[in-house]
């Protein structure tokens, strides 16, 4: 089986994780990407394939179709994704996380993983 992992669920659990750990609600593209790498990472050392999506047009599309839960913004020079004040952390959980396989899950929760973070 070959997991096809989206910006989308890149990013958002990213972001649940940073703010478990460090209640920080910007990621950089590049911490992004990291912990996407360290995810796939993970899946490949227990033998399962898994594949980024990651391109101008599917963050175009993830600000488009979740625009209530993320938005692009610039700090210190770099841009990356924040997750709009008024979105709780049970929010994000919800909407991004019960679809999820669970070898994908515990990849995006694994402490390697977060650590590309920074948190």
């Given at each position: 089986?070959?997991?096809?992992?989206?910006?989308?669920?890149?990013?958002?659990?990213?972001?649940?994780?940073?703010i478990r750990r460090a209640e920080k609600k910007f990621l950089t593209y590049k911490e992004i990407e990291n912990y996407g790498s360290?995810?796939?990472?993970?899946?490949?050392?227990?033998?399962?394939?898994?594949?980024?999506?990651?391109?101008?047009?599917?963050?175009?599309?993830?600000?488009?179709?979740?625009?209530?839960?993320?938005?692009?913004?610039?700090?210190?020079?770099?841009?990356?994704?924040?997750?709009?004040?008024?979105?709780?952390?049970?929010?994000?959980?919800?909407?991004?996380?019960?679809?999820?396989?669970?070898?994908?899950?515990?990849?995006?929760?694994?402490?390697?993983?977060?650590?590309?973070?920074?948190?």
């Open positions: 089986m070959c997991f096809y992992i989206g910006i989308e669920d890149l990013a958002a659990n990213a972001l649940i994780e940073s360290r995810v796939v990472e993970l899946l490949n050392e227990k033998g399962e394939k898994a594949v980024l999506i990651l391109s101008r047009e599917s963050t175009n599309a993830l600000f488009r179709n979740y625009s209530d839960f993320f938005q692009e913004k610039n700090v210190n020079g770099e841009m990356g994704i924040e997750l709009k004040k008024e979105v709780t952390l049970e929010n994000l959980i919800n909407q991004f996380r019960g679809y999820l396989a669970l070898d994908v899950l515990m990849a995006f929760v694994n402490e390697n993983s977060v650590q590309a973070l920074g948190v």
